[in-house]
């Protein structure tokens, strides 16, 4: 069973889930009593903005577990080690016969040139005209 | 920049070809030299266009370039080449040395 990815990120998604299920319970039921049309709206504002938190935690949270659930299949599937294959020898032969080639084709090109330098040198004396 | 007096040349500039990884590479043809300022420096290339000799002319900065075709193959991909900065300033033998005063014939002065 493979570690929980994040847990530290997974504990403060669900203290904020534990913060917000009261808020949005208490605001459904202020919405429900007798108040003015405009604190209805106020608080129903209040309610699409928390649920829509609540609702992009939980996603968070089971984005959390699929990545959970991906680690336990890669642990299942011998992750981290990926062995050598083998093959038998004819195969093999024909891989080699194979790499051969690739490497005669690539050797028939070359990277151009990308750069050329001027190298003055030294100066020197002009000749003495005779 | 490199400083020279016309008393003095570059005998042996050479050019260096490499590709991006630093290593020697080569060019299609023969890479063709010039000045750019043949009043300053003059550019006498090698046959194989591998090196040349620059001579200087005048007082004055000009630079050495090279062009080439980096493509070896049908089409043709240009790459330059450029010297630093050559400043040239006037060599001891081109500065004058000696003023001569030449007094020519006296004339009798007009009567007063």
New interface residues.
Partial sequence: MADDPNPQLRAELNAALADLDPQIRGLHDLAAVSISADLRASVQEQIVERERRHNLITTALARLDDAHDAMNMLQADGYPAQPLATIVASQFNELQEQQTDLETAIALFREQASRMTVGLGEPSAKPKPA | M?D?TT???????????????G?A???DGV?VWASSDETVLAVTAAADGMSAS???VAPGTAR???S?D???GAGV?S??????D?NVTLGPSHQATTMTLTLGAPSAKTAP
């Fill in positions: 490199a020279v008393d003095q040349f570059f005998p042996s500039v050479v050019l260096t070809i490499t590709d991006a990884t290593a590479a080569t060019v890479p620059v001579d200087t050495v370039s090279v080439a980096a493509d070896l991909v790459l330059d080449g450029v010297s630093e050559i």
